[in-house]
């Protein structure tokens, strides 16, 4: 048998096959979503592929990205809690807290700035932000690189989606891009809108007509699809701030105490509530604003008292338990 020309031929099927695998465009992620959503834009520089979702996805719950690899990204926004914490402040490196509540990371395809204060322009740089800070991650993006490119299947991941080495435009791309595919669009809600009148309760469906009628007026800022209008408010929670908001990034005296006002989808699964986690529960939300907040001067005009009785004020979290995506549970 003459196995040499077997064999060269063998080799050189291996070496275009890996040409091939080499050259392989990465696969469009088939990102579904419901009809009454709006498609959400996509960067023409970091398109979203499965093979950018897979490696984002993986990163996001690897505690290499950590100083100490202790923590994780999924340690302080877990799925079970629409991507968001139990506490007020999350613990970073070391036991290092904050001073801001971990938000929900559902839906933020849609978001326009990125953060409680709108400080990170684009969801895909918004990853250089919890890496970076000494209370969160505590490591420099370029460290977390170099540590990656020692990882042979990281390497690999790397290179089938974008074609580079792990690098913090690789870094901060992929999970951007698994970011973008943690969609919530099935709560009874939805499906009540989809036409299933069954979907919520009498409680609920009251609790709806409060909260989109002039008695309350949640939904002038709590809008759209997403419920949130995207815009930077102070909703009264305090007479001074310790946190200062949107003024620490446009150092505006009148953006003092506002804060990004946040998507109200699976809200009764991110207790405790505000930037700062220091309400606990629906219920004391809901009396905060039946009160009119603390009467700060940069506090929205459309917060003040509600005078909601007992049965309304129940109605209006039976409406906000209807939030409540039905494939989180």
Known sequence: MHTKPFCLLLLFYYLIGCQNEKNKLPTAYPLAVAAHFLEPVIPSNNPLTVEAVELGKRLFSDPILSKDSSISCQSCHLPKLAFADSVAISPGVEGHLGFRNAPTLMNTAWLDLINKDGGVAKL??????????????????????KR?????????????????????FVITRSLASYLRTLISDNSSYDQYLNGNETAMTEAAIRGKNLFFGEKTNCSRCHSGFNLTNNQFENNGLYEQYKDNGRQRVTLEPSDEG????????????????????????????????????????????????????????????????????????
């Open 258 to 329: 506002k804060f990004r006002i946040p998507t109200l989808r699976n809200v009764a699964l991110t207790a405790p509530y505000m930037h700062d986690g220091s309400i606990k529960d629906l219920k004391s939300v809901i009396n905060h604003y039946n009160r009119g907040g603390k009467g700060h001067h940069n506090q929205n005009e459309l917060i003040r008292p509600l005078n909601l009785t007992e049965q309304e004020q129940e109605d209006l979290l039976a409406f906000l338990e209807a939030l409540t995506d039905n494939d989180l549970k």
């Open 148 to 168: 990656l490119n020692q990882n042979s299947s990281y390497v690999t991941l790397a290179q089938k989606a974008y074609g580079r080495p792990l690098d913090p």
């Open 124 to 145: 895909d740089m918004q990853a250089m932000t919890p890496i970076e800070d000494h209370d969160e991650m505590g490591i420099s993006v370029l460290k977390v690189a």
